[in-house]
């Protein structure tokens, strides 16, 4: 029995052993890759730029990344393979793995590092709680993020780590990028600590609509956002000659050496002046140098200005082209005399892209056009029944006039001494087709810029004789019309459609403007003169089954209107939907998900997107969710989970108490704060009555001084919370986490009777 027990004893001590020296193989190996980290992640990119992720080898020594994996989500998605070629990482560089190198290429044209395209991409969450995994060739995680879209990277923006050697999972150690490119692939980091940084923050020209002979005044910021002061640097500012946003030695203009030290987080500006501007589109650009800058993306800013003044000193300009007209209208051309003198014609020409060697008479006789004032050169008299407003002593008829092209063509006028006075190569895609002329914006801007011109707005089409009908067009500001409503999964009896709101408190009149739905262009009017008016609501819907499920759209009220064209085409995974005025400018854009629907709505067939908050941003996910009306949606009227915030103290809280009991009424609450700073780092926390944390709605990170929040009675994991009394805490961090400024306030989580 003593052998035995012996042997047995033996054996455990054997077995012990290879156990520990398993653990500690183990612990090796987990050691050996713990040098490459996550630490960058697209997940919400604006459509179409694709998503991708970037690691980073945190060593001093290079690694092998061959047939190393990558999975998302939940164990069940399958792992996808990063490489199977025999490829290093270098020690403290950069790889990107993305879905598509071509589109990462485009949106970031100055990256030249490692990338990896891997094939079958499992599309990110871009709520949050996902999961992004990196295994080595032998399958073990490398490291595995489970990210949140409260720690940021939303809108377009990544979501960048701020200490490659802080913990990966720690909410605290992430925060939205806040380089100018959005993301920063393949190289440091823009919220991580650097130790040299200057930052050309802003590049500003003025006057600006400067006109020939003024000076043009060009203003730079300079900042350190580096952790140790910076000297011995230089701004230089290059006139680009050639457009080609590449500085030049050949091309600059001046230098100025900064030699004094710029301390961490303070900033210089410089003024430099340039007098007597000739006419035309200039292109500038100011260039930070700096020998020990760890970051030179943010040294270079580029800024473009158009000097007016008269193209020639004649004062001639082509101003409005029929180049598409519909039968029985002639093609025309009008001319706009942009001087103070009265200018005689007799002789001048007229000439196309294939005449212009040999370009027609315009007239043989005297005529003048006054100053500041239109002449129309038609083929014939037809044009006349078709325009009620047109001036029929501004009219000069040229039977011979040049048959102008609907695709692309030259319009070119020359003075009586065969000089070129004007000339326009317009395209099809400026406008002016189908029907419509082709209408100047403006006489200061250079003929030749397709921004400079625009489909007539006019209610006949064209505007010959008289101001262009662009003159009474007030350019939109952002978020003057919202994206308010989405339906996109529509019962197979009704159909899809965008509900559209006026929350800008003016009359807004729509007439060009357009929605892009995924890679559509859908028109939003009805008619030339569709005017919206303050707190109404505009449906554009695919079709007219919208009245079989809505009928109370079908009868005509001042606070909705409706417009039906087939373009509408939602997407059920999701899709941007962008509204843009008739200047291009973007007013509103929201990139929806089917997962911001509720999530206790099991099936969402037949459910709208309702907007909360009007006042919100559109891309906030907390912004949205599914409408609680019994028709699924409200179309042209206030959405079913509207949700209210009028005051004005320093922390608010509206509505107060609420119910987030999924009835669709105060299911959500509006958080809204002032700061004393500008920006700052935020946090904002839920305490329950005993002091415990149970919701993180903000973490370290950068917000405005004054910011608005939707809590929807939820703790962190998700859960509904009881109701009671709770506090809501909101603290403002500097960069190294001191706190200068606290503010609380309750908030109610009641029930309704």
């Excluded at 609450?669 to 005993?690: C, G, H, P």
């Amino acid at each position: 029995m003593v052998k035995l027990s012996f042997i047995i004893k033996i054996r455990l001590n054997i077995f012990k052993m290879k156990r520990i020296f398993l653990l500690l193989f183990l612990l090796v190996a987990l050691t050996a890759n713990s040098q490459v980290i996550i630490n960058e992640v697209m997940y919400a990119p604006v459509s179409p730029m694709k998503e991708w992720f970037e690691i980073y080898n945190n060593s001093a020594s290079p690694v092998n990344i061959q047939n190393w994996k990558w999975r998302d989500a939940a164990q069940s998605n399958p792992i996808r393979t990063i490489t199977t070629q025999n490829i290093q990482i270098p020690a403290y560089s950069f790889a990107v793995v993305c879905e598509d190198s071509a589109n990462l290429k485009t949106y970031f044209p100055s990256f030249t590092g490692l990338v990896l395209q891997s094939s079958g991409w499992n599309a990110l969450n871009n709520s949050g709680d996902e999961n992004v995994v990196v295994y080595n060739s032998s399958t073990v995680i490398v490291d595995s993020l489970t990210y949140n879209n409260s720690w940021g990277g939303t809108g377009g923006f990544s979501l960048e780590r701020k200490n490659p050697s802080g913990p990966t999972n720690s909410s605290s150690n992430w925060g939205t990028c806040i380089d100018p490119s959005k993301g920063t692939p393949g190289r440091v980091n823009s919220l991580t600590p650097k130790q040299f940084d200057l930052y050309l923050k802003s590049f500003d020209v003025t006057p600006a609509n400067p006109v020939v002979g003024d000076t043009l005044k060009l203003y730079f910021w300079i900042k350190n956002i580096g952790m140790d002061p910076a000297s011995n640097y230089t701004l230089n500012i290059y006139k680009d000659a050639n457009f080609d946003s590449v500085p030049q030695p050949s091309e600059m203009i001046n230098s100025q050496l900064f030699a004094g030290p710029l301390n961490s987080n303070d900033s210089v500006d410089y003024r430099f002046n340039i007098p007597g501007a000739d006419s035309g589109l200039k292109q500038y650009i100011g260039k930070i140098v700096f020998a020990s800058d760890q970051d030179t993306v943010n040294n270079v800013l580029i800024r473009s200005v158009n000097i007016g003044g008269h193209v020639v000193s004649t004062g001639i300009l082509i101003n409005e082209i029929m180049y598409a007209p519909q039968s029985p209208e002639p093609e025309w051309v009008e001319l706009y005399n942009n001087s103070n003198n009265p200018i005689n014609l007799k002789n001048w020409k007229i000439s196309d892209s294939t005449s212009e060697n040999s370009p027609v008479v315009i007239t043989a006789s005297d005529k003048y056009v006054n100053a500041n004032d239109y002449i129309v050169i038609a083929k014939n008299s037809s044009i006349v029944p078709l325009h009620l407003l047109i001036d029929t002593n501004k009219i000069i008829y040229v039977s011979s006039l040049p048959t102008l092209n609907n695709d692309r063509d030259k319009v070119i006028i020359f003075n009586n001494a065969s000089a070129k006075v004007d000339e326009v190569s317009y395209k099809s895609s400026w406008g002016g087709s189908s029907r419509n002329s082709l209408e100047r914006i403006s006489a200061l801007k250079p003929s030749n810029d397709s921004t400079n011109w625009i489909n007539s707005l006019d209610c006949e089409f064209s505007s010959p004789t008289r101001q262009n009908s662009f003159s009474n067009v007030i350019p939109a500001v952002r978020n003057d019309l919202v994206v308010n409503e989405i339906m996109f999964d529509p019962l197979t009896s009704s159909c899809e459609w965008i509900e559209l709101y006026n929350r800008s408190g003016k009359y807004l009149n729509l007439n060009g403007w357009k929605a892009a739905i995924g890679s559509s262009s859908v028109n939003i009017f009805d008619n030339c003169n569709f005017t919206l008016k303050p707190g109404a609501y505009l449906v554009v819907a695919a079709d007219t089954t919208l009245y079989s499920r809505f009928g109370y759209l079908k009868f005509a009220d001042s606070t909705y209107r409706v417009v039906i064209n087939s373009g509408v085409s939602l997407s059920n995974s999701g899709s941007l939907v962008k509204i843009h005025d008739v200047l291009n400018t973007t007013v509103d854009s929201v990139y929806y998900s089917p997962k911001w629907h509720n999530s206790n709505i099991s099936d969402t067939k037949g459910y709208s997107l309702e907007r909360i908050s009007s006042e919100l941003a559109g891309n906030l996910p907390s912004n949205w969710s599914s409408s609680a009306d019994m028709l699924g949606g409200t179309p042209g009227k206030r959405n079913s989970i509207y949700t209210r915030n009028n005051t004005e103290s320093s922390l608010s809280v509206s509505p107060n108490p609420f119910s987030p009991d999924g009835d669709g009424v105060e299911d959500f609450t509006i958080i809204k704060y002032k700061l004393k700073a500008n920006t700052s780092q935020v946090r904002v926390k839920i305490f329950d009555v005993k002091g415990r944390v149970v919701r993180t709605l903000l973490n370290n990170q950068f917000s405005a001084g004054e910011s608005q929040i939707i809590f929807d009675g939820k703790d962190d994991g998700g859960n509904k919370l009881r109701i009671g009394i709770y506090v809501v805490f909101v603290e403002a961090v500097d960069d190294r986490g001191g706190t200068f400024e606290q503010t609380k306030t309750t908030l109610v989580i009641a029930a309704k009777l």
